[in-house]
Each structure stands twice: as structure tokens, then as C-alpha cells.
């Protein structure tokens, strides 16, 4: 079992950063892949970012691409996601998650994740 908690979120203008912080502990967290998903009023859950848990593999949504870096602090059991250059289409609850077994073709998928957070709410006003 793996528990996580995001904090982080608040409201920033058009242009601004955030840095997201999610916390785990439980099972041995180095070893897991962690990510990080939005979900916008209204739409699904959808993948922003994942990294190994060595940290030398990373992969990103084109949608946020350039703008979004993750990163992880296995001694302080951490994954962080840096986010400049926000836009209003940024405005979601963002979660963090990790998973057992990372799938390569499915990783993209909320349902292939095993452990989540419970949110923290990012606002980018324009």
C-alpha cells in the first residue's frame, strides 16, 4: 500500500509557475513509477507526466511538454512537478499516482495505475 499527498495547488495567472509537491509513504516508494494526472471540471482524468523510479526515465503529455518537469527526491520519498509558462487550460485538480508494474502502452491510462492522491486544485486565471 502506498498513500500519497499532493500539495502545491493555488491560483496563478496566465504566464506563472507552480511547483507541485506529492508525498508518499507505505510500501517501499522507490521502487514504484509515479505520475501525475489532471482532471478539468467536467472531463476525464488525463495523464500529464511519469517518471521511473530511478529518475532517468521521463515521459509527458504533449500538452504540457517544454512547460511541465518532473522530478523525484527518493530520500524525502518525493515526486515534484514543476510547471511554468501556465495557461488557462492548465485549470484541473492534479493527482499524483504510482504503480506496480508500469505499462509502456498503457501508462497514459488513469485505470493502470494503482495508488492515488486526493488532489490539489491548480487555477491559472487569464
Known amino acids: 500500500q502506498v498513500q500519497l499527498v499532493e500539495s502545491g495547488g493555488g491560483l496563478v495567472q496566465a504566464g506563472g509557475s507552480l511547483r507541485l509537491s506529492c508525498a508518499a509513504s507505505?510500501?517501499?516508494?522507490?521502487?514504484?513509477?509515479l505520475g501525475w494526472f489532471r482532471q478539468a471540471p467536467g472531463k476525464e482524468r488525463e495523464f500529464a507526466a511519469a517518471i521511473s523510479w530511478s529518475g532517468d526515465f521521463t515521459v509527458y503529455a504533449d500538452s504540457v511538454k517544454g512547460r511541465f518537469t518532473i522530478s523525484r527526491d527518493n530520500a524525502k520519498n518525493t515526486v515534484y512537478l514543476q510547471m511554468n509558462n501556465l495557461k488557462p487550460e492548465d485549470t484541473a485538480d492534479y493527482y499524483c499516482?504510482?504503480?506496480?508494474?508500469?505499462?509502456?502502452?498503457?501508462?497514459?491510462?488513469?485505470?493502470?495505475?494503482?495508488?492515488w492522491g486526493q488532489g490539489t486544485q491548480v487555477t491559472v486565471s487569464s
Open positions: 507505505g510500501r517501499t516508494f522507490s521502487r514504484n513509477t
Open positions: 499516482a504510482a504503480v506496480i508494474l508500469f505499462s509502456s502502452s498503457g501508462y497514459y491510462q488513469a485505470k493502470n495505475w494503482d495508488y
